[in-house]
């Protein structure tokens, strides 16, 4: 009869429980990070009876935790995921914030430039237009240096976010390690730890929020807690977080203690954090630099090859220069690079009139910037030197010869060959598309304008002819006689010989190796870096210095139309 009412109170005692669980099932069914508990029921180990064994009623096995663990672990990498994508998200949109077009957007101030630069090329006599072209010129590099300055400040600010994560991270991993520690004290007496494991998976959903994570099971069915691709095991006593920076300047995040090593977050809050201060972030300053850099070296090159309105200059300085002397260019490093290949140069003297031009070969793999000075110095009429504390290159021309860059035709070319009287003078401008050398000889002796069948030869640089041009009977002294692509040759009165020979330097590009815009050699721009671009000062105090013409006479700005033609480029990098 007692047994009776033990295994009826059994009964009520177990069903009791049950409806606990139940209850508290329905209580936290909207408590986050809960989990439903199932009671699981066994009989109550029988007891002998006359010879026969009668149960003695019904007990709880165990309160399990329902819980599926692939779920589980697919909403946590999922939140990190999540956590991800919102932080590039945010870093983009920062990004984008300035770069968005706007009347003082980047697109604004470099379609202002290239605007005014050809209200210049058309109104060159205006002195107001020039001065809103300068203006125009130091509003887009200041803007490309307040982006610049834009994207490092919120660089800065993402590294600010880095360390509250990580502190976050640590104040995380303290409590789930001391979640941990009573865990493993209620199992080992024999308590049911639900409660507790599901605080601690609520914590586990924070810290995913914040950094990747992953949870593993043990042989012994303890569950192991993996942070950062598995590089750190959150214990009851698990290693500390801080913030550095790796042997290339990235910054990184290292466990501390004995064994201080580099953990690798690709994910969550963190994981986005870290793409966007040691990627995203410098690979969009790198851009704008090189958009800057180029639009810089770009305008340079061409202002480099043009004329102020009266002509060549009697000196030209550079505006950057290398960190050695002696080394190859390639080596010491210029601000834009330097290929091989030629620089043509012009000496003028003013009181005649006459050009005289001269190839300058370069080899970055082998020139020094004291071994370039040596051959501009070595040209008569040019004396070169280099600052030995700015490495920059200065020309200038002797007494009041001018120099430039401009690749005219010479007009009267060099006759050290030439025994005759009836002597060439070369016109107009070279419009063929490579460099070369013309040379003029002549089918045999005679005189101008009077031998039957006197003709002119001219021959480039292959033995190629490129004209034959009738002198003799018939031609009148001085006649310019078109040669090819813009040019013409005009003959005085006088004698040839058969052996009379002259050359002349025809340009298409009077810098082949980019030497004058990295070394900033007539430049309008000075400056190595996007931080430091600016129009180069005496210009902003003299805009007679501007290399508006291509001829050197009044009135001709057509140097700027070329700068103004760089807007239709197409920069691919």
Do not use: C
């Not at 209580?27 to 990070?33: E, F, H, I, Y």
């Amino acid at each position: 009869m007692l047994r009776s009412f033990e295994i009826g109170l059994s009964a009520i005692r177990t069903h009791q429980r049950a409806l606990n669980v139940i209850g508290n099932n329905i209580a936290n069914a909207s408590t986050p990070g809960y989990h439903r508990q199932e009671v699981h029921l066994v009989p109550r180990r029988p007891e002998l009876d006359g010879g026969h064994y009668v149960g003695t009623g019904v007990e709880v096995a165990e309160v399990e935790r329902v819980i599926d663990q692939a779920t589980e672990d697919s909403i946590l990498s999922n939140n990190a995921l999540l956590s991800t994508a919102a932080a590039r998200l945010s870093v983009a949109q920062d990004i984008e914030s300035l770069l968005t077009p706007s009347d003082s957007s980047i697109h604004a101030y470099v379609s202002d430039f290239f605007n005014n630069l050809e209200a210049v090329a058309n109104t060159p006599e205006v002195t107001t237009v020039r001065r809103e072209l300068l203006t125009a010129a130091e509003n887009v590099v200041y803007q490309f240096d307040t982006i610049d300055a834009g994207l490092q400040e919120q660089r800065q600010s993402r590294i600010s976010e880095i360390s509250d994560a990580v502190d976050n991270i640590n104040r995380l991993v303290r409590d789930i390690a001391d979640l941990n520690k009573k865990i493993r004290i209620g199992r080992a007496l024999n308590q049911e730890p639900n409660d507790l494991l599901d605080k601690r998976d609520q914590l586990l959903n924070e810290l995913t929020e914040v950094a990747d994570v992953s949870v593993q099971t043990a042989d012994n069915g303890r569950e192991i807690v993996l942070l950062g691709n598995g590089a750190l095991t959150i214990s009851e006593d698990p290693a500390g977080l801080e913030v550095g920076y790796d042997d290339f300047g990235n910054v990184a995040v290292y466990a501390t203690g004995p064994t201080r090593h580099q953990l690798n977050f690709t994910s969550g809050q963190l994981g986005g954090l870290l793409t966007a201060v040691n990627e995203t972030i410098p690979e969009a300053q790198a851009r704008l630099a090189q958009l800057a850099g180029e639009i810089v070296r770009a305008v340079d090159q061409v202002h480099a090859t043009g004329l102020t309105e009266t002509g060549g200059y009697n000196i030209i300085r550079g505006t950057r220069g290398v960190d050695s002397l002696t080394r190859s260019l390639i080596s010491t490093g210029t601000t834009f690079p330097v290929n091989s290949g030629d620089v043509t140069v012009t000496v003028t003297d003013p009181a005649t009139g006459q050009r005289t031009s001269h190839r300058v070969s370069i080899n970055p793999y082998f020139d020094s910037i004291t071994d370039i000075a040596a051959r501009f110095d070595a040209i008569d009429g040019i004396t070169a030197s280099v600052a030995a504390d700015t490495g920059r290159l200065t020309l200038s021309g002797d007494q009041l010869l001018q120099i430039d860059f401009a690749g005219r035709v010479d007009n009267i070319p060099d006759l050290s060959s030439y025994s005759g009287t009836g002597t060439p003078e070369f016109s107009g401008s070279y419009a063929g598309s490579t460099n070369d050398e013309w040379t003029v000889s002549f089918s045999g002796a005679g005189t101008i304008g009077v031998t039957n069948g006197l003709t002119a030869i001219v021959t480039n640089s292959a033995g190629q002819v490129v004209a034959q041009l009738e002198v003799g009977a018939g031609y009148a002294a001085g006649q310019p006689l078109a040669i090819a692509d813009g040019v013409s040759v005009s003959f005085d009165n006088g004698t040839v010989a058969a052996t009379d020979s002259t050359s002349v330097l025809v340009t298409a590009n009077s810098d082949t190796s980019g030497l004058l815009a990295a070394l900033g050699l007539n430049s309008l721009f000075e400056g190595t870096n996007i931080r430091s671009y600016q129009v180069r000062d005496d210009i902003q105090n003299d805009y007679s210095l501007l290399a508006l013409s291509r001829t050197g006479f009044p009135g001709d700005a057509a140097n700027f139309a070329r700068i103004a033609d760089l807007r239709d480029s197409r920069f691919d990098s």
